[in-house]
């Protein structure tokens, strides 16, 4: 398409000269999150942003080490996962990616704005959006110097599920809200709930991540080959 030569011409131009064309940038969406698992909810919101157009690039960044959560699964198999879910996703390699600099770091915790500024030191010119959930909305403010990332970071709220729309109150200038989104309501808690019951998950987490996480053992889960006809289990890591 147009837009997408357009996009490539200033990546090029960008890579070549380090700046982009004067009046013209790209605008890249950030949506981190633990992604342990990655499940069907997720890849709501990665369509949704997708089909409205709203960024460039959307890269998916799985978070690192922090105060407020550990992981279940090691960086490998979320990365793995991860891999998977863009398979679902099958849209075009040049708009969604994944960037793991995060695991690269386990002993180091992970803060939003050292993110933002090694982003914007890499990429010039660069407009970034992170994409939260409304339930971090009320949160930032804590976080690590939470009042400077209000003031500088651009956001993309995605409502909770099946909330009205002004449930949500007043948000601030630069949050803008995910309107007219196609609302799932998951958890990875409850994916791996079900997944260690035995309850049925195929509505909450695509049958090759499901396969991967049995395979593998992952999240107290019995390890088991007993997989979907069709998947190879060599394919899955």
């Keep these: 398409s147009l837009a997408m030569w357009i996009k490539l011409f200033l ?47 959307l890269l998916l960044i799985p978070s690192g080490r922090n105060l407020e959560k550990s992981w279940r699964s090691s960086p490998l198999h979320r990365e793995a996962m991860l891999n998977l879910l863009l398979k679902e996703a099958a849209l075009p390699v ?17 803060h939003t704005n050292d993110l933002l500024k090694e982003l914007e030191l890499e990429n010039p ?33 995605v409502p909770r599920p ?8 007043a948000v601030p200038s630069q949050m803008n809200i995910l309107e ?9 808690t409850q994916v791996f709930e079900a997944l260690r019951s035995g309850a049925d998950s195929k509505d909450l987490i695509h049958e090759s991540i499901r396969s ?3 395979k593998h053992g992952l ?6 080959l007993n997989l979907s006809p069709g998947l190879d289990p060599q394919a899955l890591g």
């Design 212 to 214: 991967y996480i049995l």
């Design 180 to 188: 007219d989104h196609q609302q799932v309501d998951i958890s990875s």
């Design 125 to 157: 010119g660069v407009s970034f959006w992170f994409v939260i959930g409304e339930d971090l909305v009320n949160q930032i403010e804590g976080w690590h110097r939470g009042e400077e990332l209000l003031r500088e970071v651009s956001f993309l709220v």
């Design 11 to 57: 990546r090029c131009v960008h890579t070549v000269y380090g700046y982009f064309p004067e009046g013209l940038s790209l605008k890249i969406g950030v949506f981190g999150g633990s992604f342990d698992p990655p499940h069907r909810g997720h890849l709501c919101v990665i369509r949704s942003i997708f089909q409205k157009g709203l960024f460039d690039e």
């Design 219 to 224: 999240y107290d889960c019995e390890p088991s």
């Design 94 to 110: 040049s708009y969604l990616r994944t960037d793991l600099r995060q695991f690269e770091r386990p002993n180091i915790i992970s």
């Design 162 to 169: 099946f909330k009205a729309r002004d449930s949500m109150g």
